[in-house]
């Protein structure tokens, strides 16, 4: 679907094809492309989508913030149903696998000079996936940042923008040479307080409390995110949204304290964390093995995305 003098234009359903750009188009020099990540799955001939107008939604509010137009919620997600109901012979039926689905918003005005773009281009891509870590639903281990910073406060950190990605790209190559998944990046004013991993949101399960870094401009509004914290919240656990320092976890991991660590996203679900290196020393979370709750909360998330057990809250809409 393309944009230009003010209104959107020409939605269609075409196959997969490279695009055809000019080299001044304003995306490839200024970076204003925002995009979401959503999945379907198929059980059977049933087709689920999970929370997709959430998708939506946080879609228009990056696009806002990058200074680009937004989209009719509702149309938007018609076009999606129509779309997976074309490619749904391509969803796997394997556990752990689905459909993943990437809506993208680019800025394509041919125009050297910093300013929004007039013309712009939506478009979806689709592709089948398994599990987002090679180690699937196992613990993985995660490197601290203590040098590098995503994002800072009054930025664009809690926009998911192609400059957030690319701000993470060299912590995420020191991370891997040294043998771990992601970068957990701490905030850019201190280095002292717990934002969000790298494709993830983190949790800490303490001996009392489940607790979240806050949503304060600097990380992104995750959608799995949201539903743990109403989730747990359903389980009568002490759940907390506040700021997590750092030294608070390492003292935790030494005296017991912190239980549990994982993550959570669209692509890995939930990520149990087994290991966190910090300031060149490695630190084992709890036993290093998948926690309780950590279990309980993935099963009951994979279980309402797959249409396997009851959803209580309508977040799952079946594609027909």
């Known amino acids: 679907m393309n944009y230009s003098d003010g209104e959107w234009k020409n939605p269609q359903i075409g196959p997969f094809q490279d695009l055809s750009l000019s080299p001044a188009a304003l995306v490839l020099h200024y970076g204003?492309?925002?995009?979401?990540?959503?999945?379907?799955?198929?059980r059977g001939e049933r087709v689920f989508l999970f929370r997709p107008e959430k998708n939506f939604a946080r879609l228009n509010m990056s696009a806002e913030r990058m200074v680009m137009p937004t989209l009719d919620t509702d149309f938007a997600l018609e076009c999606l149903k129509k779309l997976i109901h074309i490619?749904?012979?391509?969803?796997?039926?394997?556990?752990?696998?689905?459909?993943?689905?990437?809506p993208t918003l680019i800025g394509v005005?041919?125009?050297?000079?910093?300013?929004?773009?007039?013309?712009?281009?939506?478009?979806?891509?689709l592709s089948p996936v398994g599990p987002y870590f090679k180690e699937g639903f196992n613990p993985v281990n995660i490197m601290i940042a203590d040098r590098h910073v995503r994002a800072a406060e009054g930025g664009i950190g809690s926009a998911k923008t192609m400059g957030n990605y690319?701000?993470?790209?060299?912590?995420?190559?020191e991370a891997s040479r040294e043998g771990y998944s992601q970068v957990l990046w701490l905030d850019a004013h201190e280095r002292k307080y717990l934002?969000?991993?790298?494709?993830?949101?983190?949790?800490?399960?303490?001996?009392?409390?489940?607790?979240?870094?806050?949503?304060?401009?600097?990380i992104l509004p995750g959608i799995t995110r949201e539903s743990v914290l109403q989730i747990a919240d359903d389980w009568d656990l002490n759940v907390n949204e506040r700021?997590?320092?750092?030294?608070?976890?390492?003292?935790?991991?030494?005296?017991?304290?912190?239980?549990?660590?994982?993550?959570?996203?669209?692509?890995?679900i939930i990520a149990p964390v087994g290991n966190l290196h910090y300031k060149g020393n490695a630190y084992s979370v709890?036993?290093?093995?998948?926690?309780?709750?950590?279990?309980?909360?993935?099963?009951?998330?994979?279980?309402?995305?797959?249409?396997?057990r009851e959803d209580p809250y309508g977040w799952v809409i079946e594609v027909e």
Do not use: H
């Open 195 to 218: 934002e969000e991993v790298g494709t993830m949101n983190i949790f800490v399960m303490f001996d009392d409390e489940l607790a979240t870094p806050p949503l304060a401009g600097t």
């Open 166 to 173: 690319a701000a993470g790209l060299l912590a995420g190559t």
């Open 243 to 268: 700021r997590i320092s750092i030294d608070e976890v390492m003292s935790g991991l030494k005296d017991g304290k912190v239980k549990e660590i994982f993550g959570c996203g669209t692509a890995a």
């Open 87 to 102: 490619e749904r012979d391509w969803i796997p039926q394997v556990q752990g696998s689905s459909l993943y689905i990437r």
């Open 32 to 42: 204003q492309g925002i995009f979401e990540g959503l999945k379907a799955y198929r």
């Open 109 to 125: 005005e041919p125009k050297l000079g910093v300013r929004p773009s007039t013309e712009y281009l939506y478009y979806i891509i």
């Open 286 to 308: 709890g036993s290093g093995d998948i926690g309780p709750i950590t279990q309980k909360l993935y099963d009951e998330i994979v279980g309402i995305q797959s249409g396997e």
